[in-house]
């Protein structure tokens, strides 16, 4: 299929908040929930599609990326650390401190591997390739890349062997030889690359930047274009194999949930945009929800 399937899919609204930067949903099929942040709100979310009830955990700095934690809970990687947030009862303890500098620099986009290692990236604040890729395995981080601005778009082939990982200020999709045993990585090559915004060039013409993404069980990449209004599925070879578009300029990141993980949960952003913009795309910063025809991989879960 193509871009011109879009037609084909109901996209709206999942639930009726509206988030600043909505980031990192993340589907629980125990409890068929979607939880997710809005990372300057400072809040970790959790939506019951079903009521469409809506509840949400205050922090004390912004979160970039929550993971189901094995035994209960979700972890929660935030500008000062990695933290626990016990669901039930509140209760917020820190398990790692950063290991950056959090004046300079905030976590970003991450997930845990197949073996419940948490692998998470970083942003700069002053946009400048000093962000990376840390792995927290056994109560400590280690630095496994650097050298970018924006991470983004972590995740793994069905099989384990390939790892996902883009910088969305540089355009660039990366793939990396995993090994699941060691949770060593390999060098990164490039996988896709997308034309930057020229000077002048409108926002209507423009493609967008890769956001987070996720894969699915026949191993395509589902990656959220920010600014570019869609969402495109990669093959493992990298070819766009089909185009969603949206109704908001700014998706984030998609992931995969319902009862048999065919409904793409998208998270948006409403921050910073035209007052124009916002009254033209009234779901900007809500969680969008649509069904599509190929099941997507359940979360892994953190093990400490």
Known sequence: MNASDSTLYQI????????ALGESPLWSVAEQCLYYVDIPKRQVLRLDPATAELRHWQLDSEPGCIALMEGGGLAVAQRNGLWHLNTETGAHRQLAPAPFDRTKQRFNDG???????????TIDDARAPHAGLYRYASGCFESMAEGIVTSNGVAW????????????????IYVLDFDLATGAIGERTLFAKFAQRTA?????QYGGRPDGAAVDVEGCYWVAMFEGQRLLRLSPQGQVLRELRLPVRCPTMPTFGGVDLRTLYITTASEGRSAEELAAQPLAGCVLKVRVEVAGLAPNLLKL
């Open 200 to 204: 002048g060039e409108a926002l209507d």
């Open 111 to 121: 997930k845990p591997d197949a073996q419940g290692r948490f692998w998470i990236g």
């Open 157 to 172: 082939s069905p099989d384990q062997r390939k790892m996902y990982w883009s910088d969305t200020k540089a355009h660039e």
């Open 12 to 19: 709206e609204a999942a639930g009726p908040a509206i988030a």
